[in-house]
């Protein structure tokens, strides 16, 4: 029986692709380490950081109020 030779060329591709697969994001609240079990997020604290921000309003999407449309009217003059 005979022994596979392990070739150094093939060794070189493994490490590349160790090198190509994504790095985990940090933790989305400290920067972190994320943890699989809290993703995003490294811990139950920092996730609980996060909801408290949602709950509170912190997270919002800023809106552009347009009072008046391409014909000069206001959108509440419309009604």
């Known amino acids: 029986m005979e022994r596979a030779v392990p070739d150094p060329a093939n060794d070189n591709k493994d490490l590349e692709l160790q090198d190509a697969a994504p790095k985990a994001a940090p933790c989305a609240i400290c920067g972190k380490p ?19 921000r949602w709950l509170k309003g912190s997270y919002a999407i800023p809106a552009v109020d347009d009072d008046d449309d391409e014909d000069g009217m206001s959108s509440s003059d419309e009604r």
């Open 34 to 52: 994320q943890s699989p079990k809290n993703r995003p997020f490294c811990s139950p604290r920092c996730a609980d950081i996060d909801l408290g």
